[in-house]
């Protein structure tokens, strides 16, 4: 019964050191969050052991008593939290989620319209590098230069003129809400399905921050380890049982073999604990705190793509600050202020050295933090900034960093010891 620091040394000292770095850090990627102590045991546990491929109580290994009971929870759990009639809880990761809606609805060639990626939609949308841009013919639709907010005029006409088959919103970098319902007329008048991906609100959906794509989208799909807060993973999600057997189908056998059983026990208690009223408060609060870091940045003279947010995330256009995208990222991971660099719209640089930063506040929200820590950590932003502008930051750094710290220490991530 050996441990892992008895068994891997090397790997146990690389866990606690990810452990104090994430401890340590003030965790601004949108897209991460910190799960509690019984989603990460149940992510730890012994069901990776089992081989399950199939359904509960269609399954093509014995001993399934047991993994069939955690499977049915998960999917209820889903239907219920997010009132769906079909729930899939089995996709490895949100890519191979969505390739599983083109797997079930679509032939290789077929026209697929999503959000460029340079917009914020994601490469699974029909980019061209990802398989779904090679494999289909994607059309995509963007944000108005202007408004720096989807054009659904534009979605319309793009739609008419090539009568895609499959029609994706949501996306990557959006902060302003999505219109289901346009979306939906849309995809009606030219006979598409619609698929919302809701990875990155999922959360805020679940808690009633964020308007629902049910009643409006014919399949959802979702990671639910943003927003959400559970492990690694996703699920599709359907109202019609026509496309829920597509979906099961194209899932497994179609894309993948054996689900991993405890990740959807982990997406089990993820889910339980998305039902509570303490993550109700969590989702209004992670809104109510990009509100409050979106006015801050504002008042300090930085550009935000569409003026602002409506949800979790923030894109910031960096060209007003004279900084870059890439090197403002690193200056302020340093300061220990994590976020990523991000294209924007329209973005004149390339997507390897971008004029953006992208941030959000799940994970701060996660650890307690309210919008007097949002208007901080915006005056931090604005000093590290705007010292890198000026080519010296070194000094600005070190003090941010020695501050930030002490703000971390008043604050405890979930889940880390
Ligand atoms: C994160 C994300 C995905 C992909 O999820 P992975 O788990 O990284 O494969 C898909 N769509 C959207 C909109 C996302 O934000």
Redesign the pocket.
């Known amino acids: 019964m050996s441990s892992l620091s008895d068994v891997d040394p090397e790997i146990a000292e690389l866990i606690r050191a990810e452990e104090r770095r994430q401890a340590d850090t003030v965790k601004l990627i949108a897209?991460e969050n910190y799960v509690s102590r019984a989603v990460l045991e149940a992510t730890g546990s012994v069901l990776t052991n089992k081989y399950s491929e199939g359904y509960a109580g269609k399954r093509y290994y014995e001993g399934q008593q047991v993994i069939d009971q955690v499977e049915t929870l998960a999917v209820d759990r889903a239907k219920s939290l997010f009132g769906v009639n079909h729930a899939n809880v089995q996709p490895y990761?949100?890519?191979?989620?969505?390739l599983a809606i083109y797997m079930a609805f679509l032939n290789p060639g077929d026209t697929v319209m999503g959000m460029g990626l340079p917009f914020g939609?994601?490469?699974?949308?029909g980019w061209s590098v990802s398989a779904t841009g090679k494999w289909f013919n994607p059309v995509r639709y963007g944000v108005r230069k202007d408004t720096g907010r989807i054009d659904m005029d534009e979605v319309r006409s793009i739609a008419l003129e090539h009568r895609p088959k499959l029609i994706f919103c949501?996306?990557?970098a959006i902060p302003r809400t999505i219109d289901f319902p346009a979306f939906a007329e849309v995809a009606r008048e030219v006979g598409a399905i619609l698929a919302a991906?809701?990875?990155?609100i999922a959360g805020l959906v679940a808690g009633g921050a964020h308007p629902s794509p049910v009643g409006h989208a014919d399949v959802i799909?979702t990671?639910t380890?943003?927003t959400l807060r559970g492990p690694?993973g996703?699920m599709l999600m359907a109202t019609s049982e026509e496309h829920a057997k597509a979906l099961n189908k194209a899932v497994f056998p179609g894309l993948q073999g054996g689900p991993h059983n405890h990740t959807t026990a982990a997406i089990a208690v993820a889910l339980r604990e998305a039902a509570t009223d303490d993550f109700k408060a969590y989702a209004r609060q992670v809104v109510a705190n990009a509100k409050a870091l979106a006015d801050e940045l504002s008042s300090r003279g930085f550009d935000l793509v569409s003026g602002g947010t409506d949800n979790h995330l923030i894109l910031i256009d960096l060209t007003s600050k004279g900084a870059a995208g890439k090197p403002a990222a690193q200056a302020l991971d340093r300061a220990g202020l994590e976020t990523n660099y991000n294209t924007v719209p329209f973005d004149p640089r390339k997507p390897f050295d971008p004029s953006g930063l992208r941030i959000g506040t799940p994970s701060v929200t996660s650890r307690g933090m309210g919008e007097a820590e949002m208007r901080q950590i915006g005056a931090w932003m604005d000093e590290v900034v705007t010292a890198i502008a000026k080519g010296d930051a070194d000094e600005v750094i070190a003090r941010v960093h020695g501050e930030v710290s002490e703000l971390t220490g008043k604050f405890p991530a979930p889940g880390l010891s």
Do not use: F
Request: aromatic share 0%; net charge positive; no cysteine.
């Open positions: 897209s990761s949100g890519s191979p989620a969505n939609g994601h490469l699974t949308h949501g996306g990557t991906d809701i990875a990155h799909s990671t380890h943003k690694r996703a």
